[in-house]
């Protein structure tokens, strides 16, 4: 059975430019969740999508970072003007119905900035 | 909102001994604290979890337990092997979904 995929498993960009990063769940499930890893800390909260709309938002950094689950389904994360900060592994989670319970992960998209 | 710590932040042990990992966390409403495996280049793989309703959970070579009253949880891994070697987060959940994780700690399992 599949598990989350996302793509692509690694991004090399300059600072200033705009990056899409997508995110596959698990079939069926309704929640989705990114998060952000830097090197050597744990993740940290992005945003959650409960269906479509983006339930808890709270987590982006500032107004560069956008989100959106058009169908429910795949996601895409969109970082506008990158900066060097911004370089970090973006894992996404995927769960069957939100709520405390299981968060699969997704391998992670490897974001450098340079 | 929730804040967890870990420690150790690296634990090294010879094969066949125990691995032990404490967490503790700040929001008394926190209700679920799971575990997460992670190796290099690698998500996080969810490997055991409890829920503040119970105190002690096991499964085979792993297990945890959680102090509601003190706010702090615990893995332990016995009789450990190499494939054990990798990384793990302890995480709290508040909001009802929001996984906040610990720094996670670095376990080597020497052959």
Not at chain 1, 82 to 94: F, I, K, W
């Amino acid at each position: 059975g599949a598990g989350v995929s996302q793509t692509p498993s690694n991004k090399v960009t300059e600072k200033g430019k705009y990056v899409e990063l997508r995110c596959d769940p698990i079939s069926g499930h309704t929640a989705l969740y990114w998060y952000r890893q830097s090197l050597g800390q744990g993740p940290e909260f992005l945003i959650y999508f409960q269906g479509t709309g983006a339930a808890d938002d709270s987590g982006l950094p500032n107004d560069r970072f956008f989100a959106v689950r058009p169908e429910g389904s795949v996601s895409t994360l969109k970082i506008q003007r990158t900066e060097r900060g911004d370089s970090a592994v973006y894992l996404c989670a995927s769960s069957l119905a939100g709520g405390p319970g299981d968060q699969y992960f997704g391998p992670g998209t490897r974001l450098l900035v340079l | 909102g929730e804040n967890v710590e870990q420690h150790p932040s690296t634990l090294s042990v010879q094969e066949g001994d125990s691995a032990v990992i404490k967490c503790t966390y700040s929001d008394s409403a926190s209700n679920y604290f799971p575990w997460y495996k992670q190796e290099l280049g690698k998500g996080p793989q969810l490997i055991i979890d409890i829920r503040s309703n119970v105190g002690e959970k096991k499964d085979q070579r792993i297990a945890v337990t959680l102090n509601k009253t003190a706010k702090h949880f615990s893995l332990h891994i016995t009789e450990t092997q190499p494939e054990d070697s990798a990384v793990y987060f302890c995480a709290a959940v508040d909001n009802d979904y929001k996984l906040s994780f610990g720094a996670g700690t670095t376990v080597t399992v020497r052959a």
